[in-house]
């Protein structure tokens, strides 16, 4: 058998496509019309996918979506519904229900007592109506968070069914009980939760109320139609008999007793006054007074919270209410933050958890009195606050934590035109309802929405500085200058910048640093890294590395990402201060960040970060202290593998640079397949040792050093047999496919590397055939890729010349260094003659018939393609075809396209 002669020049020249000059590339967006030219200057319109996508593609879809979702025809009101609800399921996570609830006598008849059905009898009503009190006497009874909400369901079941049976006053008499268990503020942490559950009720009872009016006003009792209400209905158009029945539901609510279940179903049905009168604010005005009998400051608080919720259905949007509501706040906040032992409800001395309970009710207040725009101007002056929102006041003291969400609603605008007046409220209104810090902190947020539109800059600074200054806490102090961190960068205030690092230093020296203020702490040095474009501005900074050494932990670690991050974004790092200064970022990066666990996206983040900092590091000229640096990153990296590949791809780099210098650098190269040689072996990826192996065999090459060359190939061999016994049970497809890839990569290689006078020439392929037979494992599918790829290697290995050579003038190919050399041709037709048998002997094995079909075939192909023909070669194919055909069937086409090819081969055409 003798493989077939080729000419490698000839074959490229046949099948290299004919080039064309163009003024630009096809793909430039300057291209005219976007147009690719064929070999005939034919210009035929193209699209690029990846220039832009199709305006089908780009129309906002949601859009549509959404205006379906939120017709124009609803009434405003369902927006200020769907915000309530909204505002409720965050009320009811924010403070946490305890499991066991602590309930009054009169709360637990309502909870633990049998359920009502029909109307309840009169002495029983009254008795519970007035008996509140003496209740309390009894004491306190026990019952279940989940009880106590499982029973509120059925109460709200219990009034729907009522109500859908025509037992409206069992409807309402069990509203009552519900709105009675608002009086119990017992357990202060569930009261949120019970408000939300019982104003659910209020709210649906409200609901049928006003459904049930608006019937008996456009319909008769026969069910004929009288007439239809608009939106914007006045009481004149509404019939006598439904402002009769309006009448009768606000005297039967009138009647009860007890002031807080009297001013929840009030308030409920309130929307009904419209029934009545055009004009309800007094009525609104009236219910805002009589909330100022409710004796318990959380009860009246949530009271009120409940009002502005049922004002926000009305038509009429005056905000007097509104404004009345929170200046009772106001007067109530300033007596419980004033006394120090006074009993408030349920609250014994514990007044910051009664603030804090009472706390969500001020921030709704505050975004119901500027959420109109057109109204701020107006709001301000009736709040107090100033003249207009140019003129406001900045020496009235208010309570701190109604100044805080005050502050929060004021637009923007608002907030930077009156900055030091603003400043000038917060510091004279401290007191412990809430932290000042945090108002501090608030105004900073808001002048950093509006951060280009401040005009008295330096005195801001100034202020916020002395007054942050003042705060003995560090985790308040930094909290504060975090703030304004983004004013000062933006304005360049380098003064305030010094000021500022300087005192964070001393008072870091002086104190032990929390978890809490190295956040803080983070926030304003990842500001500072990312302000500025060139590293080198931050590190000069002074007190910056100090202050960064101080720091540990996540905060550290968060912070040298960032760095890194920042510094890496240009093409190259040559400083080689700015490179020692990163060196020790990346390596506390490395230390702090535990990559045995390699799941954690934030340990792929740093060894990316890493990776990309090592490949920016350039050295210029001086190659030797850049191998050097590699040295210094392969020690002080140790846990970070994929970065080991990097440094060896930097190895080789350094190596290549130095051969293209032309200059007497072999030492230089020497050292530099040494270090690849001592880092490959610590890869723990054996395929990813014979890819690096490899690479640095061909480095080795190109450098003349052909002894180091064998050394490297037998690593890579070791590295092979090693992929296959260790990891072989385990491989998936595509990791076997991966292995036959790097099997094949390894015989192209061959190519490159004269052969071994001592173990011979096909000493490498010899190895991998053995390789093959030792391993049960590899399937007859991966056996005859690999023996294809053995037999292309014999086919060229048989050429008068390669297609390709290493580029050193030292290193002679094969087919110079062994050409009539008898003893080569001797084994390699023997070596050929074992890997043709060992496919002819493999493809039966193969247990799929399909697989095998195609195995056959492929055989063919790759025999036919580089044997010449001959009768036993005739033979073999013949026998393979036969396999196919058994296998697959004479119409596959697969089949087809090899029979045609083998033909044409017998016939002696030329097959390339």
Same mark, same amino acid.
């Given at each position: 058998?003798?493989?077939?002669?080729?000419?490698y020049?000839?074959?490229?020249?046949?099948?290299?496509?004919?080039?064309?000059?163009?003024?630009?590339?096809?793909?430039?967006?300057?291209?005219?019309?976007?147009?690719?030219?064929?070999?005939?200057?034919?210009?035929?319109?193209?699209? +690029?996918?990846?220039?832009?996508?199709?305006?089908?593609?780009?129309?906002?879809?949601?859009?549509?979506?959404?205006?379906?979702?939120?017709?124009?025809? #609803?009434?405003?009101?369902?927006?200020?519904?769907?915000?309530w609800?909204?505002?409720?399921?965050?009320?009811?996570?924010?403070?946490?229900?305890?499991?066991?609830?602590?309930?009054?006598?009169?709360?637990?008849?309502?909870?633990?007592?049998?359920?009502? @059905?029909?109307?309840?009898?009169?002495?029983?009503?009254?008795?519970?109506?007035?008996?509140?009190?003496?209740?309390?006497?009894?004491?306190?009874?026990?019952?279940?968070?989940?009880?106590?909400?499982?029973?509120?369901h059925?109460?709200?079941?219990?009034i729907?069914?009522?109500?859908?049976?025509?037992?409206?006053?069992?409807?309402?008499?069990?509203?009552?009980?519900?709105?009675?268990?608002?009086m119990?503020?017992?357990?202060?942490?569930?009261?949120?939760?019970?408000?939300?559950?019982?104003?659910?009720?209020m709210?649906?009872?409200?609901?049928?109320v006003?459904?049930?009016?608006?019937?008996?006003?456009?319909?008769?009792?026969?069910?004929?139609?009288?007439?239809?209400?608009?939106?914007?209905?006045?009481?004149?158009?509404?019939?006598?008999?439904?402002?009769?029945?309006?009448?009768?539901?606000? *005297?039967?609510?009138?009647?009860?007793?007890?002031?807080?279940?009297?001013?929840?179903?009030?308030?409920?049905?309130?929307?009904?006054?419209?029934?009545?009168?055009?004009?309800?604010?007094?009525?609104?005005m009236?219910?805002?007074?009589?909330?100022?009998?409710?004796?318990?400051? =959380?009860?009246?608080?949530?009271?009120?919270?409940?009002?502005i919720?049922?004002?926000?259905?009305?038509?009429?949007?005056?905000?007097?209410?509104?404004?009345?509501?929170?200046s009772?706040?106001?007067?109530?906040?300033?007596?419980?933050?004033s006394?120090?032992?006074t009993?408030?409800?349920?609250?014994l001395?514990?007044?910051?958890?009664l603030?804090?309970?009472?706390e969500?009710?001020?921030?709704?207040?505050?975004?119901?009195?500027?959420?109109?725009?057109?109204?701020?101007?107006?709001?301000?002056?009736r709040?107090?606050?100033?003249?207009?929102?140019?003129?406001?006041?900045?020496?009235?003291?208010?309570?701190?934590?109604?100044?805080?969400?005050?502050?929060?609603?004021?637009?923007?605008?608002?907030?930077?035109?009156?900055?030091?007046e603003?400043?000038?409220?917060?510091?004279?209104?401290?007191?412990?309802?809430?932290?000042?810090?945090?108002?501090?902190?608030?105004?900073?947020?808001?002048?950093?929405?509006?951060?280009?539109?401040?005009?008295?800059?330096?005195?801001?600074?100034?202020?916020? @500085?002395?007054?942050?200054?003042?705060?003995?806490?560090?985790?308040?102090?930094?909290?504060?200058?975090?703030?304004?961190?983004?004013?000062?960068?933006?304005?360049?205030? +380098?003064?305030?910048?010094?000021?500022?690092?300087?005192?964070?230093?001393?008072?870091?020296?002086?104190?032990?640093?929390?978890?809490?203020?190295?956040?803080?702490?983070?926030?304003?040095?990842?500001?500072?890294?990312?302000?500025?474009?060139?590293?080198?501005?931050?590190?000069?900074?002074?007190?910056?590395?100090?202050?960064?050494?101080?720091?540990?932990?996540?905060? *550290?670690?968060?912070?040298?990402?960032h @760095?890194?991050?920042?510094?890496?974004?240009?093409?190259?790092i040559?400083?080689?201060?700015?490179?020692?200064?990163?060196?020790?970022?990346?390596?506390?990066?490395?230390?702090?960040?535990?990559?045995s666990?390699t799941?954690q996206?934030?340990?792929?983040?740093?060894?990316?970060?890493?990776?990309?900092f090592?490949d920016?590091?350039?050295?210029?000229m001086? =190659?030797? *202290?850049?191998?050097t640096?590699?040295?210094?990153?392969?020690?002080?990296?140790?846990?970070?593998?994929?970065?080991?590949?990097?440094?060896?791809?930097?190895?080789?780099?350094?190596a290549?640079?130095?051969l *293209?210098?032309?200059?007497?650098?072999?030492?230089? @190269?020497?050292?530099?397949?040494?270090?690849?040689?001592?880092?490959?072996?610590?890869?723990p990826?054996?395929?990813?040792?014979?890819?690096?192996?490899?690479?640095?065999?061909?480095?080795?090459?190109?450098?003349?050093?052909?002894?180091?060359? +064998?050394?490297?190939?037998?690593?890579?061999?070791?590295? =092979?047999?090693?992929?296959?016994?260790?990891?072989?049970?385990?491989?998936?497809?595509?990791?076997?496919?991966?292995?036959?890839?790097?099997?094949?990569?390894?015989?192209?290689?061959?190519?490159?590397?004269?052969?071994?006078?001592?173990?011979?020439?096909?000493?490498?392929?010899?190895?991998?055939?053995?390789?093959?037979?030792?391993?049960?494992?590899?399937?007859?599918?991966?056996?005859?890729?690999?023996?294809?790829?053995?037999?292309?290697?014999?086919?060229?290995?048989? #050429?008068?010349?390669?297609?390709?050579?290493?580029?050193h003038?030292?290193?002679?190919?094969?087919?110079?260094?062994?050409?009539?050399?008898?003893?080569?041709?001797?084994?390699?037709?023997?070596?050929?003659?074992?890997?043709? +048998?060992?496919?002819?002997?493999?493809i039966? #094995?193969?247990?799929?018939?399909?697989?095998?079909?195609?195995?056959?075939?492929?055989?063919?192909?790759?025999?036919?393609?580089?044997?010449?023909?001959?009768?036993?070669?005739?033979?073999?194919?013949?026998?393979?075809?036969e396999?196919?055909?058994?296998?697959?069937?004479?119409?596959?086409?697969y089949?087809?396209s090899?029979?045609?090819?083998?033909?044409?081969?017998?016939?002696?055409?030329?097959?390339?």
């Amino acid at each position: 058998m003798e493989f077939k002669a080729r000419d490698y020049r000839a074959e490229e020249e046949i099948h290299s496509l004919t080039r064309v000059s163009v003024s630009s590339h096809p793909l430039c967006s300057s291209s005219s019309s976007s147009s690719s030219h064929t070999q005939d200057h034919v210009s035929v319109e193209f699209f +690029d996918p990846l220039r832009g996508l199709s305006t089908e593609i780009m129309e906002p879809v949601e859009d549509v979506v959404v205006a379906e979702k939120h017709p124009a025809s #609803q009434p405003t009101s369902h927006l200020s519904t769907k915000e309530w609800t909204s505002f409720n399921k965050l009320l009811m996570q924010r403070f946490p229900v305890p499991k066991m609830i602590s309930v009054s006598a009169l709360s637990s008849k309502t909870i633990k007592g049998k359920k009502v @059905i029909g109307e309840l009898p009169a002495k029983t009503q009254l008795d519970e109506l007035n008996d509140s009190e003496k209740s309390t006497e009894k004491g306190f009874k026990i019952v279940s968070q989940q009880d106590y909400i499982k029973r509120l369901h059925e109460l709200k079941d219990e009034i729907m069914r009522s109500w859908r049976s025509d037992d409206r006053a069992t409807s309402l008499k069990l509203s009552i009980k519900v709105a009675m268990l608002l009086m119990d503020t017992c357990v202060a942490q569930f009261y949120p939760t019970l408000f939300v559950l019982a104003t659910d009720i209020m709210d649906m009872l409200g609901d049928m109320v006003w459904v049930r009016i608006r019937e008996k006003a456009e319909f008769a009792d026969d069910g004929t139609k009288i007439c239809t209400l608009s939106d914007d209905f006045e009481a004149n158009s509404v019939c006598l008999e439904a402002k009769e029945t309006c009448n009768n539901w606000f *005297r039967k609510i009138a009647s009860i007793h007890e002031l807080l279940p009297r001013i929840y179903l009030e308030l409920a049905i309130f929307p009904c006054w419209r029934f009545l009168r055009n004009d309800v604010i007094d009525n609104l005005m009236r219910m805002v007074m009589m909330i100022r009998g409710i004796a318990d400051p =959380l009860a009246s608080a949530y009271c009120r919270f409940f009002l502005i919720h049922c004002a926000q259905k009305l038509p009429q949007r005056d905000a007097g209410h509104l404004v009345t509501c929170i200046s009772d706040q106001k007067i109530l906040l300033r007596q419980i933050v004033s006394m120090k032992e006074t009993k408030y409800g349920n609250f014994l001395g514990d007044h910051k958890l009664l603030i804090s309970l009472m706390e969500p009710t001020i921030e709704y207040t505050m975004r119901c009195i500027f959420k109109d725009p057109n109204q701020v101007a107006d709001m301000i002056v009736r709040l107090e606050l100033g003249k207009s929102p140019s003129e406001l006041h900045g020496k009235v003291p208010w309570i701190s934590i109604i100044l805080h969400y005050l502050l929060k609603e004021l637009p923007t605008e608002v907030v930077c035109s009156n900055a030091l007046e603003i400043l000038h409220l917060v510091d004279c209104s401290s007191d412990f309802s809430f932290d000042q810090y945090l108002n501090y902190k608030m105004v900073g947020l808001k002048l950093c929405e509006g951060i280009d539109q401040l005009n008295t800059v330096d005195a801001v600074i100034d202020e916020v @500085i002395q007054a942050a200054t003042k705060r003995k806490i560090l985790d308040e102090y930094l909290k504060i200058l975090d703030a304004y961190m983004d004013i000062i960068l933006h304005y360049n205030m +380098d003064r305030s910048l010094s000021s500022i690092l300087s005192e964070i230093f001393e008072r870091l020296c002086n104190e032990v640093v929390t978890e809490d203020e190295l956040a803080s702490l983070q926030s304003i040095v990842v500001k500072l890294v990312t302000h500025f474009d060139d590293m080198k501005y931050v590190f000069d900074l002074n007190y910056f590395v100090d202050i960064l050494d101080v720091m540990h932990g996540s905060s *550290r670690s968060i912070v040298c990402m960032h @760095i890194l991050t920042n510094a890496t974004r240009n093409d190259r790092i040559d400083d080689l201060t700015i490179v020692k200064l990163l060196f020790d970022v990346a390596q506390s990066l490395h230390d702090n960040v535990d990559f045995s666990n390699t799941r954690q996206d934030d340990n792929q983040q740093a060894e990316r970060l890493v990776a990309r900092f090592v490949d920016k590091v350039d050295h210029g000229m001086e =190659l030797d *202290r850049h191998l050097t640096f590699l040295v210094e990153c392969r020690g002080a990296f140790s846990s970070m593998n994929d970065l080991k590949e990097i440094l060896v791809h930097s190895s080789n780099l350094l190596a290549i640079r130095a051969l *293209r210098e032309k200059k007497n650098n072999l030492n230089f @190269i020497k050292s530099c397949i040494t270090f690849n040689e001592v880092t490959i072996p610590c890869i723990p990826s054996y395929a990813r040792q014979l890819i690096l192996y490899l690479e640095t065999a061909e480095v080795s090459l190109f450098g003349g050093l052909i002894s180091h060359s +064998d050394g490297l190939l037998d690593s890579a061999l070791c590295c =092979l047999q090693n992929v296959y016994l260790v990891d072989g049970l385990r491989k998936s497809n595509e990791d076997a496919d991966g292995i036959v890839s790097l099997t094949r990569k390894l015989c192209s290689f061959m190519l490159l590397v004269p052969g071994n006078l001592e173990q011979g020439a096909m000493y490498i392929p010899k190895s991998i055939l053995s390789l093959l037979d030792s391993q049960s494992w590899i399937t007859p599918k991966l056996r005859i890729r690999i023996l294809c790829s053995l037999l292309s290697l014999s086919a060229t290995f048989a #050429q008068n010349e390669f297609p390709y050579h290493a580029i050193h003038e030292e290193v002679i190919g094969n087919d110079r260094l062994f050409l009539g050399d008898a003893t080569y041709s001797q084994e390699l037709r023997s070596l050929s003659r074992v890997i043709l +048998d060992n496919m002819v002997d493999i493809i039966p #094995q193969e247990p799929s018939q399909v697989t095998r079909g195609k195995l056959a075939l492929e055989a063919c192909n790759c025999i036919t393609s580089f044997y010449k023909v001959n009768d036993e070669i005739s033979s073999i194919c013949s026998k393979l075809m036969e396999t196919a055909i058994s296998c697959l069937g004479g119409g596959d086409k697969y089949l087809q396209s090899t029979i045609n090819f083998v033909h044409k081969h017998q016939l002696g055409e030329n097959d390339y």
